[in-house]
C-alpha cells in the first residue's frame, strides 16, 4: 500500500515548552557517559577480570566518546589500585652482553641509583687514595724488602760455597751458569780447561755439575718467591682495596636486604672492584692516534657500575595509565640506543630507553587500533609480549641486516597490563575473523552505538551534554529554544526521528558553531535562530555540488519532467555521500517494452555501472513480473530499464518501487 509521508511524519519537533530551565548555565554539568549502557558495561567487566587474554577493544563510529570514555573509567580505576614497581637495569657481571633488571618499590628505584652513585662517588676518591697512603707503602715494601732479601741470601750463601770451591756465578743471554775460576779469580777458558789432565777435569766437571743443580734449585725458589710475593700484593691490594669499600658495600647491602637481586648484584660489584684495581686506581688518558684528532672521553672503568633507571613510579598516585598515540615497536618496547667513536657505534646498558609498555607495566595501555596495525612489527610484537607476559627490547632490524652485529640482549622485564585498542568495526571484525591469536589476547568487547532512543530520560542527558559543553569550554549558555534545535538536530544526525545521535563530536561542533553565531549578533544567549543559523551556515560550506547541480537542472541541460505524467517514464531520487555532505538528486528513470523475450534488461549492468545491491533488486523486478503474469503460460516480453544522464555508479536497492 502507498503512503504518502508528511513532513510530521519524518520530523519529530522538540517544543522548548517540555524543557525545564532557562537557560544551560542553570544544570549541573554531566560527567558520565550517554547512551553507552552497553559499552560501559562490557569497560568494566573488562577493567575487574584480571584474568590473561582479557583485554578490550573498544569499537564504535568516530565521535561516539570512546576515548574520553576509556580515558576517565581507567583514570577513576587506576586511583585507587597500587603503584606498580620501578624497574632499572645494572651490568652483568657475569655476561656483559646481557643487562640484568632489577625491580623495586616503587619510589626505590631512585635512591638505589643515587645510593650506587653514591658509592661510585666514594670509590673514585677512595681507591687511589688508600694506595697513596703511608700504611700501604710501608707493608708492601715489608713484604717485598723480605723477599729481596731471601733472595739475596740464598744468591749469597750460592756465591760463597761456588767460590771456596773455585767457581762463580756468571750471568748469560741463556740463564746463569757456574763457571769456574782460575787463583787469580780470572774466568778459566776452555783452552785452559782442556790442557788441564783428566781427573782434574773430572773433578771440576762433578762440582760444577752439583753447583749448577744448587742454582737451579736458587732460581726454581726464587720464581717460587716472585709468584708468592705477587699473591702477598695482591691479597694486600685486595685488602686495602676492601678496607676503604667493604662497609659501604655492607651498609648497602643491609638496606636492601629483602632484595636477593641486589645482594648479588652488590657481591659481584664488590669482587669486580678488587679484581680490577689497576683499572680503577686511574691511568692516564691515551694520546691521539694523531696529533689533529680530538678524542672523546674515555669511559672510565667506573660507568659500569652506575644503576639506569627506566621507569620511575615515585610521584604515581596508582596504577599507570599510559595513551600511546605514535605506537611504532620502539616507542612501545623501548630501545637500546647508541653513540658513535670513530665511526663506530657503540653501546652499553645505560643506554637503554623504556618504551611505553614499561611505563604502563602494572597498569592500562591505550592504543588506537589502527595505528597499531598500520606500523610495521608493532602489531605481532605487542601480541608475543601479551602471550609470554615479559617486555624484551630488540634491535628489530637485526634479522633484516646482511651481517649481523654484536648487541646488547637485555634481560626481559616481567609483563602484567591491561591493553585497551580503540578502533572502527570494520577493523574489529577483520581482526576477529583473519587472526585467531587476537581472539585469545582480546576477549572483551565493547560496543559503542552511534544512536540511542530519545526518551525523556535521554533528552535530560542531551540537555546536560550541551550545559556541559557550554561551561568547560566557557561558552555562552543555550536557551530552551537552542536546546531544542539542537536535539532536533541530533536526531536528523541519527536519521531517525525516534532516534538521537551518540556521535557527541559531531554535536559539540554544532554548539561551538551556534556559539559563534550567537556572539557575532552580540547576543548573551544561544537561542534557536543561532542553532538554524550554524546549520545553514555548514550547509553552505560543504553544498557546492547540490548547487551546482541545482543549476544544471535549472539550465535545462540535466532534464527532470515535474509535472503530468508519461508512459514509461518516472523521477527517481538518488543520494548522493560526499562524505563530509549528503544530498538528494532527482533522476528520470525510462523503462521501454517490446515484443521478444529476452526479459528485464539492465543497462547499468550491461556496460557495468551498476553495483550488486541494485543488480539484485532488478532481478527481482523480472521475478516479480514473472510470478504476476506468467503463472499459467510464458509471456514475451523484452524490456529495458535506465537511469537517463547519470553516469556514476549505481548502488542501492531503494530505486525498486521507482523503477517498478
Known amino acids: 500500500m502507498v503512503q504518502l509521508l ?4 519524518l520530523y519529530n519537533c522538540c517544543d522548548p515548552s517540555t524543557l525545564k530551565f532557562n537557560t544551560t548555565a542553570d544544570i549541573s554539568p554531566l560527567e558520565d557517559t550517554i547512551g553507552q549502557d552497553r559499552a560501559l558495561s562490557a569497560i568494566d567487566f573488562g577493567l575487574e577480570l584480571n584474568s590473561a587474554g582479557f583485554n578490550i577493544f573498544a569499537l564504535g563510529e568516530n565521535g561516539t566518546g570512546k576515548l574520553t570514555t576509556i580515558r576517565r573509567l581507567i583514570s577513576r580505576r587506576a586511583e585507587k589500585e597500587p603503584v606498580p614497581p620501578d624497574w632499572c637495569y645494572v651490568y652483568n657481571f657475569r655476561d656483559a652482553d646481557t643487562p640484568l633488571a632489577i625491580s623495586l618499590r616503587a619510589g626505590e628505584g631512585i635512591v638505589f641509583q643515587k645510593d650506587i652513585e653514591a658509592l661510585i662517588t666514594h670509590l673514585r676518591a677512595d681507591i687511589p687514595k688508600v694506595f697513596e697512603s703511608k700504611d700501604y707503602e710501608k707493608q708492601k715494601t715489608k713484604i717485598i724488602d723480605e723477599f729481596q732479601k731471601k733472595q739475596k741470601d740464598l744468591f749469597t750463601s750460592l756465591e760463597n760455597e761456588a767460590s771456596e770451591k773455585g767457581f762463580t756465578i756468571r750471568k748469560t743471554p741463556s740463564g746463569l751458569l757456574i763457571i769456574p775460576v ?14 788441564l789432565d783428566g781427573e782434574v777435569r773430572s773433578k771440576i766437571d762433578k762440582i760444577g755439575k752439583e753447583l749448577q743443580e744448587k742454582l737451579n734449585d736458587v732460581v726454581r725458589t726464587v720464581r717460587e718467591g716472585e709468584k708468592l710475593l705477587k699473591e702477598m700484593l695482591m691479597r694486600l691490594e685486595r685488602e686495602t682495596a676492601l678496607s676503604a669499600i667493604g662497609d659501604l658495600i655492607d651498609e648497602l647491602k643491609d638496606k636492601y636486604a629483602h632484595y636477593d637481586r641486589i645482594l648479588q648484584y652488590l657481591d659481584e660489584l664488590k669482587e669486580d672492584v678488587l679484581n680490577n684495581l689497576e683499572e680503577l686506581k686511574g691511568q692516564p688518558e691515551a694520546p691521539p692516534p694523531l696529533p689533529f684528532m680530538k678524542m672523546p672521553k674515555q669511559e672510565t672503568a667506573f660507568n659500569r657500575y652506575y644503576v639506569n ?16 598515540s605514535n605506537p611504532t615497536y620502539y616507542n612501545l618496547f623501548g630501545r637500546i640506543e647508541s653513540k658513535f667513536q670513530y665511526g663506530v657505534a657503540v653501546t652499553d646498558f645505560s643506554m637503554i630507553k623504556a618504551g611505553a609498555l614499561h611505563k ?35 634491535d628489530i632490524w637485526e634479522q633484516y641486516r646482511l651481517v649481523t652485529t654484536a648487541m646488547l640482549k637485555p634481560e626481559p622485564v616481567l609483563l602484567e597490563v591491561k591493553i585497551i585498542l580503540i578502533g572502527t568495526p570494520h577493523l574489529y571484525y577483520l581482526l576477529y575473523n583473519l587472526d585467531d591469536e587476537y581472539k585469545e589476547l582480546f576477549k572483551v568487547k565493547a560496543d ?52 538521537l545521535s551518540s556521535q557527541f563530536s559531531d554535536v559539540a561542533d554544532m554548539i561551538r558553531e551556534s556559539h559563534y553565531w550567537a556572539k557575532k549578533t552580540n547576543s548573551q544567549i544561544v537561542s534557536g535562530p543561532h542553532v538554524l543559523k550554524a546549520i545553514d551556515e555548514r550547509k553552505y560550506r560543504h553544498n557546492k555540488l547540490e548547487k551546482n547541480m541545482l543549476e544544471v537542472m535549472t539550465e535545462g541541460t540535466l532534464i527532470v519532467h515535474t509535472d503530468g505524467a508519461t508512459v514509461g ?85 531503494s530505486a525498486t518501487c521507482a523503477e517498478m
Open 448 to 499: 559503542f552505538d552511534s544512536r540511542m532512543n530519545r526518551g525523556e530520560e535521554n533528552i535530560q542527558k542531551y540537555v546536560s551534554f550541551i550545559a556541559t559543553k557550554t561551561q568547560k569550554e566557557n561558552l555562552l549558555p543555550f536557551d530552551r529554544t537552542g536546546v531544542s534545535k539542537i536535539i532536533e538536530y541530533g536526531s536528523r544526525l541519527a536519521g531517525h526521528k525516534e532516534k
Open 309 to 324: 633507571l627506566i621507569v620511575n613510579n615515585k610521584n604515581l598516585k596508582g596504577a599507570p595509565c599510559i595513551f600511546e
Open 182 to 195: 782460575k787463583k787469580d779469580g780470572e774466568h778459566l777458558t776452555e783452552e785452559e780447561y782442556e790442557k
Open 6 to 9: 508528511t513532513k510530521e511524519t
Open 569 to 653: 517514464q518516472v523521477n527517481g531520487l538518488a543520494v548522493l555521500d560526499m562524505g563530509d555532505y549528503m544530498f538528494g538528486k532527482p533522476s528520470r528513470i525510462t523503462a521501454k517494452t517490446w515484443t521478444g523475450k529476452a526479459g528485464v534488461l539492465n543497462i547499468e549492468r550491461e556496460i557495468k555501472m551498476s553495483g550488486k545491491i541494485h543488480e539484485k533488486a532488478i532481478l527481482i523486478i523480472s521475478n516479480y513480473l514473472g510470478m504476476k503474469y506468467a503463472q499459467k503460460k510464458p509471456i514475451s516480453l523484452s524490456a529495458s530499464i535506465t537511469f537517463e544522464q547519470l553516469y556514476s555508479l549505481i548502488e542501492g536497492d
Open 360 to 394: 604502563a607495566n602494572g597498569g592500562y595501555l591505550v592504543i588506537n587500533a589502527l595505528d597499531l596495525v598500520k606500523n610495521l612489527f608493532s602489531y605481532d610484537s605487542l601480541k608475543r609480549a601479551l602471550r609470554n607476559h615479559e617486555i624484551k627490547i630488540e
